[in-house]
């Protein structure tokens, strides 16, 4: 891949290149930068999409987010109007996500406030804005040479590179409009945020050396993250990111706090690691936690509740215990005279191990908290695999690669109220103008009552799959995301795409389980499922369905008739490698972690895998044919096409001219006879034909189209009764 930069001192007209081929012939050519193309005139087009509040409290200057498709050739440039149907405007915040290959928008990310009332649904209409009025409200994010600074108007951060996640928090306490310097509520002293304790009881701290960016700026909100380090002990490295988020007039700060493992060895152990938030003491009243959903403790004691399990948890008084139970919330908050500070974890207890506690002085997260070997002692040798491979007594072992996110919220207010409100909601298109846009290919008219059945399969696959998280157990600090049960015991890492599936029928009018399941399961894949760090050559490879998730937790396979079917070792195949769900999340939320995550794992196939490239079976050819698709449509990168054209010269050569399709020798799992004959899984073809007719979409060629034909015939000749 060359990129040459247009934008130089000295302007770059074009490059030659020498190339050689895969026969040992030397090319050489000129390549002409690609320069951008003058944005055309917006047309007349307008999208309208609905937001919907179906609880029985108001939702008052609210934070909106909604993803909009916007079909090939309406709008390139960024300048657009929002009103309800009554036509009051609205000050809004807009971000294109993706564009088309002719350079127009794709994916137009909005976020704005407003008030909807209880039980209501209301709608919203975008579109271009003719007169272009510049926006002159000021953005909450301000950059200085050594520090950011963000204000709301209610709450005001300062970030700087001496520590982290921030230097200080102040929020608006007589809510007069003014954050003044004696409104202080948190500001860290001397050690960062993040600490980790380790396997011999010595604790490290953040660098000084914390790396901001500022992602998204506008009046209505402000994204930024920031990157720090902890120099671990025998040369391992501990990744500590943030990303911050903050959106106008609201009392609230939304935080992803990040931890990465990239240890020269093959795993890190640890005893704990622990996220501090320090509060400023201003006559503190009450600690309080959540316990189960609707209830809490207060005391004006310390604090600490401990999820052990997904189903125990101990609260401590002063280090006495005082209630258990056996799902926490996963909130503490510290009541002062006139406001209060509330930390809130989301799915807390389905992350066990946990911890959160409270006291005059700070909040303490345990993201992987100090445990009792009591507490994970293995009931069989099946939980042990399932659930408690990643723990040597009561320290935590961490495989090189791997990363793990938290998302927490840090609110403000004059009082606590245990019944809470979402802080943003999720808008959504007609599912109709998601078809006719053209964003997710081609498909059928939305109508519940034409397709009755794929709706009922649906609803009975959504429903299943709820109470299967239930009944499987499938919870826990690297576990919660993903489906367990493959052969019975294995993880199954997402197989084959569980979110994109979950995210495209949620956009076809699906319920919002739907979506959640899906945020959900990226969150797991782009942490556990793929590797993160490590040598070039191994970063975005995707591990196969395993015992946990990864594999190589055990020397040697535990011996068990139960576990017989499971993969102890690490495996990696592009037959068990997608990126669509991840880019459906960036698409829909923009968030940005998803995007990148996708891109690392289709360079690490488009670098490694191309080389004398071949391939097993069909599956494995057509999961790269859809990555290496999905990555040119995402980016209109040249180089994931031609990735693309590598696998599909290969399946020219390899196809059976006579009969269609391609072949294989099956495995004396796939065929009893003796020898086994040739042929090929009728699923794999069709996961091959899916990517296939992908590259046909892109490049229109014949020999494409006339290859899905062929292998589509074979098929139902063959195997069709």
Known sequence: RVIIPFETEKPINRVKLNCESLHGNITTDWILPNKHKKPVINVNHTINFSVNNASSLEYVTKPIIVSLPVPKSKWWKNSFVLSDEKHNSYIFQ???????????????????????????????????????IPDNNPNICVETQDSVILNNGKVKLELSSST?????????????????????????????GISILSDS???????????YEVVRNSPISCVVTGKN?????????????????????????????????????????????????????????????????????ISDQNLELIQSKDDIWVLNENGIPVSKGTKASGWANANFKHHHIKLSVKDFWQQWPKSISVNKNSFNLGLFPKIDKNWIKPSDNIELAKLLYHFDNDIYVMPSGLRKTHKLTLSFGDTNKVISKPLKVQGKVDPNHVITAGVIGSVGEFNPDKFPLYDSIFKEMLDSRLLSIKNNREYGILNFGDWWGERGVNW?????????????????????????????????????????????????????????????????PIQDEKLKKGFYKSHHSSGHTWIDGLLDHY??????????????????????????????????????LLVMTSAY????????????????????????????????????QECNLNPPKLGEKSFMTGLLLSGLKQYHILTKNNKASDMIIAASNRIINENWN
């Open 229 to 297: 380090v902890i120099d671990y002990n025998k040369a391992t490295k501990i990744q500590s990111d943030f990303e911050i988020e903050l959106y106008k007039n609201q009392n609230w700060i939304g935080f992803k706090s990040t931890v990465g493992f990239n240890s020269s060895t093959e795993k890190t152990r640890f005893k704990s690691i622990d996220l501090n938030i320090p509060i400023k003491d201003v006559s503190l009243i009450t600690n309080e936690i959540g316990t189960e959903t609707s209830d809490n403790y």
């Open 94 to 132: 807009s971000s294109p996500i993706s564009y088309w290959e002719d350079g127009s928008i794709k994916w137009l990310l909005i976020e704005f406030l407003s008030n909807i009332k209880s039980n209501t649904e209301k709608t919203f209409f975008l579109s271009h804005n003719y007169a272009n």
């Open 587 to 624: 698409y829909l939320t923009g968030d940005i972690s998803s995007f990148s995550t996708a891109m690392k794992i289709a360079d690490n196939l488009a670098s490694y895998e191309t080389i004398n490239y071949d391939f097993t079976t069909a599956r494995e050819i057509g999961s790269f």
């Open 633 to 668: 449509k995402a980016t209109h990168d040249e180089f994931y096409l031609n990735a693309a054209t590598i696998g599909f010269e290969r399946l020219i050569q390899r196809e059976n001219i006579e009969k269609g399709g391609w072949d294989r020798i099956l495995t004396s």
């Open 164 to 192: 982290s996640p921030f230097d200080s928090i102040y929020f608006d306490i007589n809510s007069d409009g003014y954050i003044s310097p004696s409104e202080l509520i948190s500001k860290p002293e001397g050690n960062g």
């Open 201 to 211: 009881g010595d604790r490290y701290y953040n660098q000084s050396n914390s790396k």
């Open 492 to 556: 199954g890492n997402n197989e084959y795409d569980t979110p994109h599936g979950l995210f495209q029928n949620w956009l076809l009018g699906g319920p919002d389980e739907s979506f959640n399941l899906a945020v959900n399961a990226v969150t797991h894949m782009q942490n556990i499922d793929v590797i993160n760090q490590g040598p070039a050559d191994q970063v975005g490879k995707m591990y196969k369905h395993s015992i946990g998730h990864l594999g190589n937790w055990f020397e040697k």
